[in-house]
């Protein structure tokens, strides 16, 4: 819905704030399937995009890059050496498809939320956090028990050594609740709500600055607007720090899980 | 596809160093986990015995105590 709509469906006199209306959304056009709505377009979209990118980048590779090439390479080295090498380890290198395209792809999604006519961010819907944090669990839970066998990734999850044998009967079941429950919910849940509050925070500035400056223009209401307008460009820069920030703390948590299933030492 | 002199640069070859950073990131984002974890089953097995025992003080004990027992195991796990 765009702010014009908006407040053409509120229809009142006085200002309305949006709510979480801004992010349902119905299909595309009158008989479009079901499924076919604005997130998943974008979904899609970043999907072709990253691949196109890369595919750009790495199709024909030169010994010395120029172009596009370049800026692949900087995101390459970027994950592996951020990432890649100092989560996982030595074998990190081996993870390098996973975690580049879990980056970008979300990278992209996020990045959406800045993009005029797109202007939202995907993983602002639960759904599209879920999915992408649920691959990186079974993926965990399947090294894990691959590396350290099933009854030694339960026991080294469980038991730390080092502590008295009636602890354990107190401490495990925090240990099991956290690393089993709570850590893919906190691993969505992050990058959902950060996406999710900066959509909103974004729309809220930017219907205060339509709606006193254009909707309802008063001497007292056009300092008002004019900080909303201000106040959008401000917001819109953080969120483009955010949104990239959070895929990479994303991703990081992906790599971290994994060096942790291979290493279970720590 | 990368230059060979980019992956030379790259490299870390102190794997002390490398156990280290693993630590340090796993313990930085595993603290809100355990503490969440830690409220939750003793707040949870606070609030059954508040049930069952009609009282009503053992569900914020039991985050206390949880949140405490959380604290230890964070100390235990990544503080030494």
Known sequence: MSA?????????????????????????????????????????????????????????????????????????????????????GKDGDKWMPFLMSTFFFILVMNLMGV????????????????????????????????????????????????????????????????????????????????????????????????????????????????????????MTAFEIFVQALQAFIFTLLAASYIGGALHPDH | MVRPAMSKEGQRPDPESDADHRAFANAAWSIPSYLLSGMAVYGGLGWLLDRWLGTSALLPIGVVVGLALALYLVYHRYGR
């Open chain 1, 4 to 88: 014009r709509q908006l407040l053409a469906a509120e229809g009142g006199n006085e200002f309305q704030a949006p709510g979480t209306e801004i992010f349902e959304w119905g299909p595309l056009w009158h008989g479009a399937p079901s499924w076919l709505t604005k997130p998943t377009l974008i979904v899609a979209l970043s999907v072709i995009i990253v691949c196109g990118f890369f595919w750009a980048a790495f199709s024909k590779p030169k010994l010395v890059p120029r172009g596009v090439q370049n800026v692949g390479e900087v995101g390459y080295l970027f994950v592996r050496d951020q990432l890649a090498r100092p989560l996982i």
């Open chain 1, 115 to 234: 993009v005029p006519v797109m202007q939202l961010p995907a993983p602002s819907h639960i759904a599209f956090a879920i999915v992408p944090a649920a691959v990186v669990y079974v993926l965990m839970i399947f090294l894990s028990i691959k590396e350290q066998g099933l009854v030694g990734y339960f026991r080294n999850m469980m038991f730390p050594p080092g502590l008295p044998a009636w602890l354990y009967v107190i401490l495990s079941p925090i240990e099991l609740l956290s690393n089993i429950i709570l850590r893919p919910f906190t691993h969505a849940v992050r990058l959902f709500a950060n996406m999710f509050a900066g959509h909103l925070i974004i729309a809220f500035f930017a219907t205060v600055a339509y709606w006193f400056l254009f909707e309802k223009l008063t001497p007292l209401g056009a300092s008002l607007g004019l900080l909303g307008f201000v106040m959008t460009i401000i």
